[in-house]
């Protein structure tokens, strides 16, 4: 088991930007793919963008494609969301997830471990 740490998370104007970060722990952090998946409030948890293991692979959402760029630092044990031209529609609660399968998936069932949430708020 992983245990992750997000941070990052504040209020910004639409336009603005925010890098979000997750801390790992609890396993070798370079073997694992990692996500960011949302949830805004009423609505069901969605991806957001997924980052491989070693050879910097990503995918995206079309709904943050060209705007959210995720990446990683190994030697950190972390993982960044960099997001930038923030709209409203963005608000939501962002968490950060490792799979328990060492592909890169979208599908939150393979995530298995989360970690607790950092709240992103966009003022129109």
């Known amino acids: 088991q992983v245990q992750l740490v997000e941070s990052g998370g504040g209020l910004v104007q639409a336009g603005g930007s925010l890098r979000l970060s997750c801390v790992a722990s609890?396993?070798?952090?370079?073997?694992?793919?990692m996500g960011w998946f949302r949830q805004a409030p009423g609505k069901e948890r969605e991806f957001v963008a997924a980052?491989?293991?070693?050879?910097?692979?990503?995918t995206y959402a079309d709904s943050v494609k060209g705007r959210f760029t995720i990446s990683r630092d190994n030697a950190k044990n972390t993982v960044y969301l960099q997001m930038n031209s923030l709209k409203p529609e963005d608000t939501a609660i962002y968490y950060c997830?490792?799979?328990?399968?060492?592909?890169?998936?979208?599908?939150?069932?393979?995530?298995?471990?989360w970690g607790q949430g950092t709240q992103v708020t966009v003022s129109s």
């Open positions: 997830a490792a799979p328990r399968v060492p592909v890169l998936t979208r599908s939150s069932s393979l995530y298995d471990d």
């Open positions: 609890g396993r070798t952090f370079g073997n694992y793919v």
């Open positions: 980052i491989s293991r070693s050879d910097g692979s990503t």
